[in-house]
């Protein structure tokens, strides 16, 4: 076997779910985010460090982030093609994974749609390449989250007492669960609002389902969820078109002006623009939508830049 | 906002039609090409540029032309896979272009099926990093405009007085328009041969349309346009087979004979062999077809130093 | 023409198929890339050299090993995507390899579902760039049979007088022939074994056909191959389930029982756990499979700078 020591990562040798980090690790993850948006330089790598790019579900947002993140630590990147590729010969995630290893892969960033597609992989002994979840199914998105996290720690400087509401499609949106259950451990809380048919009652335990006109004038961050358009207007599966979302459940103008002052409007995006916001708000004063993409990069270098340190990769500073 | 200035880019910072160029500054970019061909070296950069290739439609041969100027020049590459993405999702080009400068570059090479594409993107105030058309819909195609001029100017020294005939598919080719106007412009004359059915009103201010076999001894440059396979043989949507095209219109070897011995042969490409063109006629002594394709790189090579320059990126020499 | 000699390269200069080579070139090859396993560096680039990669079948195991050898030897690399590319527009090989030429490509790797796609090629006195084949249809694959050689040759230090079973789709498979013709050649004996439906009389002049359970306590190597997964259970197409299969010509854990304690168990990947092999098998002790992988990259790396040597662009030692 080509497996060199036969000993599992260690947990912050993969990043797969930022629950398993203590709110310290946390606020350390987030500090070196924002240390690098302010110009901090990459590390100085001990050796070259390849780095393989698998998404077997596209997100042109989310791997160009990664990729720019790759670029500015220095490492050497290599996508991988998976549609149309031994995946579909049947082979496994696991024997593909495994192959990339072989050939010389030191770690891999992974999107994929099955939820907690890395949980058998992360125990298994003859793995040691680092595992950085992209997005698994209906699980969590740990680089969205943390960008999430740092565009708010930019914004208030701090997280304690911070309200927090999430507007939208609750029960298919990867975002809702894995930022709301974070947010409240880091010491927000969280409020949401959306058509009733899509609130979830797996998130009653991280905050209350609300009508959006009682919230609003309360939060510190409004963070509208991106609608599936495939669940708009269609007979039998919904029962509003994408004017009626936008009337009801949408960050309309009007009800913009009734945020605080110092409130600021997120977004996952791809945004669509004039349903789930109002197509003037996403490029308004109180937006952080596109700072959410800038800072997607420096987030994603934080992540990465803790799997070097834990693997012994980076030279002392 | 991510958006550092507020500023618009200058005519320069983008290169989307050289119809907004001057006939000087359209030679001192074709010089600055033959300089590169001759083997000139890239210039010092002030600090790393992130460059995004984003081909909405699929092009081997202009994306991998761009793709090595760009490493020519010591540029940071990134191909962003547009097909099955966000865009798919719904996301304008507007926010692609946004989303990828959020991500920190700072020019992106496009093409996309929409004419004039980016005329709305270059009057953004929020948009600062440069945009090069890498063909539009029925518009234009500036760089193989470029490579077209290079190419004439290598050969002949000059364009004064110079005659070019373009044969083929007028209609439906970017090609033709483009470069007929841009031909006149440098002082040379045009002329237009192939299917009545595919002349278009449209080019008559840049040349008549003639019999192919009237023109043919008096051109100095022949080039054939690309026909597409689609147009031929069906019933109801053309009256010829790929034969009968080759022998009404494209250019057999007795018509080759009849061109004078110092005329050339051109063609964009990809060349049907034995439509167009005969197949021996292809790689002959007087087709430049392959050298086009050749010239293709450093004629990009030009543009993007142009927008290097304009943006205060290049260390002086 | 852009064509700088007029001159055909040499056989060295490509390397579309060992069987050109002689005994004594197949094991100064074998010896470079076990060199290169046990940790020796990349040799000197005279100067940039730029490789394209071409895959017209998907192969993402070949792909990314042969991106990695590239990235070792220090090469600049372009992966052409050739799906839905002008090569669907009707462009023939020879003329989108004659492009990438153009636009100054040193080296191609290019696996096509032609068989011997590469043969006019070679003969094409206007190409001077380098063809590696990486599959070629019902032919050949080269960097396959190299690294099974390698692997084979790291175990026992030699080839004389080995006994190799090679088991399963014989006819259907590029690497049971052009495998068995090379192991000969290097003095090692084959034994072929799997569904009578799936022998082939091609191969008979290589090795006997024979029960496998005749032959396992017999040989060195047990090399099971691939199988089709749409060969088997579709009524009229194959006598067999997916578990007959495993039962009858699969190396199941009984079966493994009686190879020698020597022996060692080979697959050119991707393997359908519980089919060709059983599930346990895969990463056992005698098991080869991912250390064929990462020789892969070596032997890949050694063909790689076989051609550089041979095209003088290496700096001395």
Redesign the interface.
């Known amino acids: 076997?080509?497996d060199e020591t036969g000993a599992m990562l260690t947990e912050m040798e993969n990043l797969v779910d930022l629950d398993t980090l203590s709110i310290r690790e946390l606020n350390d993850l987030l500090d070196l985010a924002l240390m690098y948006q302010k110009g901090k330089n990459g590390p100085t790598l001990k050796r070259d460090v390849?780095i393989?790019n698998l998404f077997f579900e596209?997100?042109?947002?989310t791997?160009?982030?990664f990729?720019?993140a790759e670029?500015?630590l220095g490492l050497?990147r290599?996508d991988?093609?998976?549609?149309?590729?031994?995946?579909?010969?049947?082979?496994?995630l696991e024997?593909?994974i495994?192959?990339?290893?072989?050939?010389?892969m030191d770690i891999a960033v992974v999107r994929h749609p099955a939820t907690g597609w890395y949980r058998e992989l992360v125990a298994d002994r003859?793995l040691h390449l680092s595992l950085v979840n992209a997005g698994d199914g209906a699980g969590v998105h740990p680089s969205q989250t943390l960008l999430d996290l740092m565009t708010i720690k930019k914004e208030f400087g701090h997280f304690d007492g911070l309200k927090v509401a999430i507007v939208g499609d609750l029960s298919h949106s990867r975002v809702a669960k894995s930022d709301a259950k974070i947010f409240r451990k880091l010491g927000m809380s969280v409020r949401f609002a959306g058509p009733e048919e899509w609130w979830s009652e797996e998130l009653a335990p991280f905050g209350s389902f609300e009508k959006l006109d009682d919230l609003l004038a309360d939060v510190d961050v409004c963070m509208c969820l991106r609608v599936q358009?495939e669940r708009i207007g269609q007979a039998g599966r919904a029962t509003f078109t994408a004017n009626d979302y936008h009337q009801q459940y949408g960050l309309t103008k009007a009800r913009a002006e009734r945020l605080k002052k110092t409130a600021i409007i997120m977004h996952p995006?791809?945004?669509?623009?004039g349903i789930e916001l109002d197509d003037e708000l996403v490029?308004s004063k109180q937006?952080r939508i596109?700072?959410q993409?800038?800072n997607?990069?420096y987030a994603r270098m934080a992540m990465l830049t803790r799997i070097l340190e834990e693997r012994d990769l980076l030279e002392k500073e």
């Open positions: 076997m080509s390849r393989a596209n997100s042109t947002r791997v160009t982030s990729q720019m670029h500015r050497s290599f991988i093609r998976v549609a149309g590729s031994s995946v579909q010969k049947g082979e496994s024997d593909t495994k192959t990339i290893q072989a050939i010389g003859n358009l995006a791809p945004v669509n623009r490029e937006s596109f700072d993409m800038a997607g990069v």
